[in-house]
């Protein structure tokens, strides 16, 4: 069965500062991997995807994110937070055979001024 | 339409009544997937429908919940005799295909209130 765990329920940043928020998967077989990200009063949106190939993804927001296959991870950064990036990140997992996917339960990023 | 639609916004009702929420996809998407967030949860997958397929009902928590999905497109997720614990914000997605490596586009969710 697939899982996701996001360890830390919240990661606290200054402005400028890079930001790392974890995210660790398993899955049966080869793992497609998704960020969302959660604003306030906002739906869900889709940050960034890994499929195949190269390890660091980059999506939208000057966002990142880099797969470990050995460690099961798909951790997300960025060089520089910014205030607005204040949000609740979601990391999700879906097997490359199937279809259903599977959200961990999420983190809320603060970056403070 | 441009997004997913999802109605009510929000719905206050008392413990024991049923409630019926919607969820209008996007236009041409085939896949649907219904999932729960509740309060300091993540996101609870329920359950999922892909064009003529028989649904993946494996995530509904019990027999009180139920979905349908009419003409492979506007679907209903029902609650029967609801309970406090129903209490939650419940999101409808949409992908082009049920699998690969497709986005979900979610709707902005309708949150339920179980007095």
């Known amino acids: 069965a697939q899982s996701v765990a996001q360890p830390e329920d919240q990661v606290n940043v200054a402005e400028g500062n890079p930001l790392t928020v974890k995210c660790t998967y398993s899955?049966?077989?080869?793992?497609?991997l998704f960020w969302y990200v959660q604003y306030p009063n906002r739906g869900l949106q889709f940050l960034l995807k890994y499929i195949t190939g190269d390890n660091l993804v980059k999506g939208s927001y000057g966002f990142e994110a880099e797969f470990n296959k050995s460690q099961t991870s798909f951790h997300l950064k960025k060089p520089s937070a910014l205030v607005s990036d204040s949000a609740l990140y979601f990391c999700a997992v879906r097997d490359t055979g199937g279809f259903k996917t599977i959200f961990g339960a999420g983190t809320r990023l603060f970056v403070k001024a | 339409g441009a997004g997913v639609s999802q109605s009510p916004s929000n719905k206050v009702t008392e413990k024991g009544k049923d409630v019926e929420l919607r969820c209008d996809p996007i236009?041409?998407?085939?896949?649907l997937y219904w999932y729960r967030q509740s309060l300091g949860q993540g996101l609870e997958f329920l359950i999922y429908f892909q064009g003529n397929s028989a649904p993946d009902k494996s995530g509904l928590p019990s027999d009180r919940f139920s979905a349908e999905r009419t003409g492979g497109s506007v679907s209903t997720l029902t609650i029967q005799r609801t309970q406090q614990e129903d209490s939650a914000v419940y999101l409808c997605a949409s992908s082009p295909v049920g699998s690969g490596a497709n986005v979900l586009t979610f709707g902005a969710g309708s949150r339920l209130t179980v007095l």
């Open positions: 236009s041409g998407h085939t896949a």
């Open positions: 899955v049966s077989g080869n793992p497609y």
